[in-house]
């Protein structure tokens, strides 16, 4: 008997994902007892280390990735690609919602309100709309080759959104806070806070591998069963 | 004296927790389901 390769894919994508949220559990008990209270924000800023990398995964490895694999898949006509870009996009998705969530629960006590209409935040929303307009797309289109070739154009225009979402905070006047580690100089955070962010660097880039490894899997035994029904 | 906000820290954490738990177990689920099809 061979083994299934779709199998062997969500296997691995389970066990990544399951190391993955032991970590973020990790990375939240040591921003809670591992890392200092911000004199000017208190416990509210410990957001931050939920925050800032998921959006940094999201901006940075979901988006991008969904938009190089969307390239190639014009490119190449490559099935493989159209798969990932489409489970990279879904779990662009996710960690978008939880910019989205984690973001507006942050500024309430700093900002004094929920929402505003600045430039990062108006993007990121915009993103997170095009994205989920993606999936609505995947959907809505029987034909593979079609399905592949319209929500590429998609993917590469959120891929595109990128730097104006960085640049954002350079480019209009707002609320939202300029980078404190992706940025030209060193990084402005005392070791105890960098330590606690980095480490919840590498847990949410597991998580965003987990994810995305589950995802294709299990797209890819889907196709293989409606291989197997149209044969 | 830091301002005493730890209840939005806790909705934060809790928000995120809820939103990676549920996608994971969505996913899980549906491994599971693709197995059993097989």
């Not at chain 1, 066990?15 to 559990?25: D, E, H, P, S, Y």
């Not at chain 1, 410990?46 to 990398?53: A, D």
């Not at chain 1, 595109?160 to 030209?184: D, E, M, N, T």
Request: charged share 15%; glycine share 8%; hydrophobic share 55%.
């Amino acid at each position: 008997m061979t083994a299934d390769p779709a199998q062997s894919v969500i296997r691995r994508g389970i066990v990544l994902t399951v190391l993955a949220l032991i970590g973020v559990a990790v990375v939240m008990v040591m921003a809670l007892k591992f890392t200092p209270v911000e004199a000017n924000q208190g416990l509210a800023q410990k957001i931050f280390y939920v925050h800032v990398p998921t959006a940094t995964v999201a901006l940075w490895i979901a988006v991008p990735a969904t938009g190089i694999a969307s390239i190639l898949y014009l490119w190449l006509h490559d099935p493989r690609l159209d798969r990932f870009a489409a489970a990279s996009a879904e779990v662009a998705v996710v960690f978008c919602l939880v910019v989205l969530t984690t973001g507006p629960i942050w500024g309430k006590p700093i900002w004094g309100t929920w929402w505003t209409w600045d430039g990062r935040l108006t993007l990121t929303l915009f993103l997170f709309f095009l994205l989920l307009g993606y999936h609505a797309l995947r959907g809505s289109v029987r034909d593979p080759l079609e399905r592949g070739r319209f929500s590429a154009v998609l993917g590469i225009m959120g891929m595109a959104l990128v730097p104006f979402i960085h640049l954002s905070v350079y480019l209009w006047r707002g609320l939202h806070p300029k980078p404190v580690i992706l940025k030209p100089s060193a990084p402005s955070l005392p070791w105890e806070m960098l330590r606690t962010l980095l480490t919840g660097f590498g847990v949410f880039i597991l998580l965003y591998v987990g994810f995305v490894t589950l995802r294709y899997g299990l797209q890819l035994a889907q196709d293989r069963k409606e291989e197997a029904d149209a044969a | 004296m830091p301002p005493d906000n730890g209840q939005y820290l806790f909705a934060a954490y809790t928000v995120a927790g809820v939103i990676y738990l549920g996608y994971a177990l969505r996913l899980m689920l549906r491994a599971r389901r693709a197995s059993a099809r097989r």
